[in-house]
């Protein structure tokens, strides 16, 4: 018998706060509290809005985040710090930055999210293009079918270099979820995503917009069924095929 996912808490970080104004969501911009100064300084602003937001997530479920497994699922990941080395390598007279060759791979949030919690618990990265958040929601329902406890699943994108496929990445956007098979203290839950058959007319405009700027946006629909307590089937994410899980109060 499947497991239901349980919501224990949803936290939002965007430097942006104008961005969701339309939608009335609240957000926190990035916490520089919550990062050392030493590591602060080699970090970009995706591991710091990802980290604000895992943080905050964290706090409100009353969740210890040094044994805590985690999923972060990224678009784009460190593509400001990938494009500046690609662009570099051309020149054999510019020799590349160790501090930015090591913060180029996909899973550097992951990273020094473990090495700020002192968390040695499995983490996964996963990137899946449209369906990015949709797949880390599978990802961590799949890890609690195979046993009880918590999950953190922290999606977020920053701003990209425009000229590598706009209008992706125009705006920079994190949310963080702490998810459960424990039914305690939950403010929602959602089933396993599945396709479903809505489209693109039966969506919100302002959000359809956003996501196709700012791919982790894909999180508000669910982010405004818990705020609203308003269940239904929410979509998550804008191209067909769409994925889309059942909300429950």
Known sequence: M???LFIKSAAVCCPDRELLSYFNLPSSDIDNSFIPAVMRRRTSMTTRMA???AKLACLQANTEAQNLASVFASLGGEIQVTDALCRLLPDDNELLSPTQFHNSVHNTTAGYWGILNKCQAPTTAIAAADDTFAMGLIEVWAQLQQ???ERLLVCYDELWPQYLAPPIGQAAFACAFVLSTEAEQAIGAITMPQVSQQNKQDMQAEWLKLTAAAPAAAVIPLLLALQHRQPGLVPLNIK?????????V
Do not use: N
């Not at 067909?240 to 059942?246: D, E, G, H, L, T």
């Open 51 to 53: 980290i604000t937001a």
């Open 240 to 248: 067909a095929p769409i994925w889309a899980s059942q909300f429950t």
């Open 2 to 4: 499947m497991k239901q």
């Open 147 to 149: 046993g009880s406890g």
